[in-house]
């Protein structure tokens, strides 16, 4: 996607080019919300672990701590692959001003001032 760029589109669908500026753009917010989906995982769930692994109960149940730490991951994930989805829309929306000087060129001489925003699929 960064070597070719995505499609770019105006409001309706119609396609106005590919570009690599905002294949840049979507593939930074999917970087970031896949992050933010994995980080309780990888922050909370050791000082959890590291808490509970105090009680008598958990030191007679070491066979166990693999188990409750998937568990544990799976709860994490239930709630924050949503919301980590919702932090940028899937349709993601780029000033004309901001596309590579070519595309932007190339749209400005075909549709003028008509197309301020170009939109694209971010992917997931």
Same mark, same amino acid.
């Given at each position: 996607? $960064?070597? %070719?760029? $995505?499609?770019?589109?105006?409001? %309706?669908? %119609?396609?106005?080019?590919?570009? !690599?500026?905002?294949?840049? !753009?979507? $593939?930074?917010?999917?970087?970031?919300?896949?992050?933010?989906? @994995? @980080?309780?995982?990888? $922050?909370?769930?050791?000082?959890?672990?590291?808490?509970?692994?105090?009680? !008598?109960?958990?030191?007679?149940?070491?066979?166990?701590?693999?188990?409750?730490?998937?568990?544990? &991951?799976?709860? +994490?994930?239930?709630?924050? &692959?949503? @919301?980590?989805?919702?932090? +940028?829309?899937?349709?993601?929306?780029?000033?004309?001003?901001?596309?590579?000087?070519?595309?932007?060129?190339?749209?400005?001489?075909?549709?003028?001032? !008509?197309?301020?925003? &170009?939109?694209? %699929?971010?992917?997931?």
């Amino acid at each position: 996607e $960064i070597l %070719n760029g $995505i499609a770019v589109t105006d409001e %309706n669908g %119609n396609t106005l080019g590919h570009s !690599k500026k905002a294949a840049a !753009k979507g $593939i930074t917010q999917v970087a970031i919300s896949r992050i933010t989906m @994995a @980080a309780p995982g990888m $922050i909370i769930l050791p000082i959890i672990m590291q808490r509970l692994e105090k009680y !008598k109960f958990m030191q007679r149940i070491t066979f166990l701590h693999g188990p409750i730490q998937v568990m544990f &991951v799976g709860v +994490f994930l239930i709630f924050m &692959v949503p @919301a980590a989805c919702s932090l +940028f829309p899937q349709r993601c929306s780029m000033t004309v001003s901001k596309l590579e000087p070519e595309l932007r060129d190339s749209i400005v001489s075909r549709y003028g001032d !008509k197309v301020q925003l &170009v939109y694209f %699929n971010k992917g997931l």
